[in-house]
């Protein structure tokens, strides 16, 4: 039975419980020899003394994506505090598509390196960013456990379920609640606001290719506030 109100790691380390196995919180991320080699042939700027953000912009479905204006808008925030914004993604040609349509209006110091890494140089970019954004996706699971300011970007999704877990979070119980901007150790979340929300379904047309409301009226003040705050 899938608990509404119950975490999913949750259910699935109790599992651990029943079977007399010692539970592990912390998620290992495969390594890579080479990721340091890759980023710096990569990135146009040295990554360890260089203050940057990461950007996960395109998830899996279309009804957990923000605003294209809205990434723009945080984007130029960032460029004017002096945070360079590196973008991250898949090598489809929708979210490439995607990325360069952003790409568009932003500083010529952005760089795009949507379709050209491994989930393992991801994990180390992310890790030595000063701030990681992303949506409902794997990829911003991984940020929070690579111990990153992670600002994650929901809407229609139970935050309660699947809200990405805080780096070093080991109590046995949810570290958000469903609704409202929550700061957890190296998380905030930033639920989408709007009645019923989260819905838990699939966008407002109840299909993956739906949009949802409470995502697309996600102003951009929100969530540079929330930035703001895990910088801090």
Not at 93 to 101: G, P, T, V
Not at 117 to 144: P, Q
Not at 174 to 199: K, Y
């Amino acid at each position: 039975m899938d608990a509404w109100d119950t975490r999913t790691v949750i259910q699935n380390l109790r599992l651990c419980d029943v079977l007399d196995i010692h539970r592990r919180y912390d998620v290992v991320v495969s390594g890579s020899p080479h990721a340091s080699e890759t980023l710096s042939t990569l990135l146009p700027f040295p990554r360890r003394t260089t203050s940057y953000a990461v950007f996960h912009m395109v998830p899996l479905r279309f009804y957990e994506r923000w605003t294209i204006q809205g990434w723009q808008e945080v984007a130029k925030h960032l460029d004017v505090i002096g945070l360079r914004i590196v973008v991250v993604g898949g090598s489809d040609k929708e979210e490439a598509d995607y990325a360069r349509q952003f790409m568009k209006t932003c500083s010529a110091k952005t760089v795009n390196l949507t379709g050209k890494l491994r989930f393992s140089e991801t994990a180390k970019l992310i890790g030595s960013s000063r701030v990681y954004v992303g949506l409902d996706t794997a990829v911003t699971h991984l940020a929070a456990d690579t111990g990153a300011p992670t600002v994650a970007l929901y809407g229609p999704a139970n935050p309660v379920k699947w809200a990405p877990r805080p780096h070093g979070f080991k109590e046995d119980r949810n570290p958000f609640e469903r609704t409202d901007t929550q700061h957890v150790g190296n998380v905030v979340l930033v639920q989408g606001e709007g009645e019923g929300v989260p819905c838990h379904e699939e966008g407002c047309g109840h299909h993956r290719q739906s949009s949802s409301r409470c995502l697309e009226e996600l102003d951009g003040a929100t969530v540079i506030r929330a930035i703001e705050s895990v910088l801090r």
